[in-house]
Structures are given as C-alpha cells and as structure tokens.
C-alpha cells in the first residue's frame, strides 16, 4: 500500500521559517492535504489541493508538492503554531493515507 | 454552524461489538461523503471508512474489512459505524469527518468518541 513519510519531529524559534516533508512515491502527481491537530483537539485542514489554503487560515501557511515530496511551510512562526502535523491524500478513489505526523515543537 | 457530535463509545471485551454514530448538523448531509477516522493513544491518524453521500459506494482500510460496517440515515442526518469482533489493537478515539468531493480533503471533523478494548 502507499506510504507517506514525515520527520517525527520539527523544531523551529519563532518568527523563523518550519517545513514539514511528506515523501511518498511520485506524490507530486497526487493532491496533498495537510493538517494541523492542537493537543486534545480534531484536525483542522491548513492547506488542501497541494497549496490552497482554507478560509481563515493565515497566509504564513503555504503549501506545494513536486516528484517524491511535499512540503508544509509555515513562515514567521508562532508558539500558537506548536502542533502536530499531518500530510494526506487519497491514494486511488478508495483508499486514503494519512503521513505519520509531525509534532512542530517552537523554541 | 456545522457540527459533527459522535456517540456510542465505551469499554468493550474483545470480541465484542459498539456502535458509534455521529449526528450532523447545520449543513445538507445528504449532500455530502462521510469517513470514520481513528486515532491510537498517542499515535497518529488512521482513515478506516468512507460513505458516498447516497450511501451506495462504501469502502474501508483492510485493518477493518469485515469487522466493521458503515452506514448512514440520510432522514436521521446520521452516520454510523457498527463494530464487531473488536481487538485491544481497535482502542483509538473515532472521529467522523466530512469530504466535499472526491480526492478532496476533510474539512469539519467531530470531537471524536474513545472506544476502549480490553478485558
């Protein structure tokens, strides 16, 4: 089955610059879907379709997908943004994988 | 406001059987595809369900397959997950997450409902 892999872990200070991968195989060719889970709390989609961002969302959060990876970026980080990080797609119409998850932790 | 409200969790022997449902409001849930989604303790998420919107097309994660079925009541605004044969290994809190369309992300996710497995 399709596997997508993330760093276990992020560590960045504030106000610099976090990228989260998911690596997986010709992932490029597939729509990715990243989400953010805060401690006790439901995943909340921050990026869909690779790069598009849902309505409420900060700018500092962009997205973009090529060959074997994609790439959450989150810009001038906040200690609000500490979370874990999760990469998805659909694999074929039916089947859907998630990464393993990142936890973003903020200096 | 959209919401998403599971039920139905509990400790349960293995073996044995539960029934999440998750009640859906504030938007057309006929209109929409549905998942169940699982998460260990501790651990990340799983996708184990998915329901078309007319409740026709139906698929699950292989770790399920034949254990666990889907169903909705469109009339009801309800989503269902019927367990069965349930193992230590099926401990996770289950979420209901909706989807507007194929290849689609899950953009309204419930708060979730712990079903604990153990003897």
């Known amino acids: 089955s399709y596997v997508l892999t993330q760093p276990p872990s992020v560590s960045v200070a504030p106000g610099k610059t976090a990228r989260i991968t998911c690596g997986g195989n010709?992932?490029?060719?597939?729509?990715v879907h990243w989400y953010q889970q805060r401690p006790g709390q439901a995943p909340v989609v921050v990026v869909y379709h690779d790069s598009d961002r849902p309505s409420g969302i900060p700018e500092r959060f962009s997205g973009s997908n090529s060959g074997n990876t994609a790439t959450l970026t989150i810009s001038r980080v906040e200690a609000g943004d500490e979370a874990d990080y999760y990469c998805q797609v659909w694999n074929r119409n039916d089947d859907v994988v998630f990464g393993g998850g990142t936890r973003l932790t903020v200096l | 406001e959209v919401q998403l409200v599971e039920s139905g969790g509990g400790l349960v022997q293995p073996g044995g059987s539960l029934r999440l449902s998750c009640a859906a409001s504030g938007f057309t849930f006929s209109t929409y595809e549905m998942n169940w989604v699982r998460q260990a303790p501790g651990k990340g998420l799983e996708w184990i369900s998915y329901i078309s919107s007319s409740g026709t097309t139906i698929y699950y994660a292989d770790s399920v397959k034949g254990r666990f079925t889907t169903s909705r009541d469109n009339a009801k605004n309800s989503l269902y997950l019927q367990m069965n044969s349930l193992r230590a290994e099926d401990t996770a809190l289950y979420y209901c997450?909706?989807?507007?369309?194929?290849?689609?992300?899950?953009?309204?996710w419930g708060q979730g409902s712990l079903v604990t497995v153990s003897s």
């Open positions: 997450a909706r989807d507007v369309g194929a290849y689609a992300p899950f953009d309204f």
């Open positions: 010709n992932i490029g060719i597939k729509s």
